[in-house]
Nanobody, 124 residues
Framework: QVQLVESGGGLVQAGGSLRLSCAAS????????MGWFRQAPGTERGFVAA????????YYANSVKGRFTISRDNAKSTVYLQMNSLKPEDTAVYYC?????????????????WGQGTQVTVSS
């Protein structure tokens, strides 16, 4: 079992930045690939970014590429999502997820564990 707790969401103006954190507890964090997904009202949960177990490979949705950066600190059992140049369309609940595989994935059904989500609101 892995427990995930997100933090760092909030309200920010367009063009601003936020950093989300996801703290994991339970089984060995470094054996899990991690992902960030988001869901806006009335939409399906969508892929944002993923990272493999070591942090050596990252994956991004086209809509966030060049603006968002995913990273992890295995010593702290934490994964981060640095979000820059935020746009109103980035407004959503952001979820952290873990999969018991070393490789990241953009498919949300590949992930077994989920956090409770953190709200990000970008005003225009």
């Amino acid at each position: 079992q892995v427990q995930l707790v997100e933090s760092g969401g909030g309200l920010v103006q367009a063009g601003g930045s936020l950093r989300l954190s996801c703290a994991a507890s339970g089984r060995t964090f470094s054996s899990y690939a991690m992902g960030w997904f988001r869901q806006a009202p009335g939409t399906e949960r969508g892929f944002v970014a993923a990272i493999n177990w070591s942090g050596g490979r990252t994956y991004y949705a086209n809509s966030v590429k060049g603006r968002f950066t995913i990273s992890r600190d295995n010593a702290k059992s934490t994964v981060y999502l640095q979000m820059n140049s935020l746009k109103p369309e980035d407004t959503a609940v952001y979820y952290c997820a873990a999969r018991s595989d070393s490789r990241g994935s953009a498919v949300y059904t590949d992930y077994e564990y989920w956090g409770q989500g953190t709200q990000v609101t970008v005003s225009s």
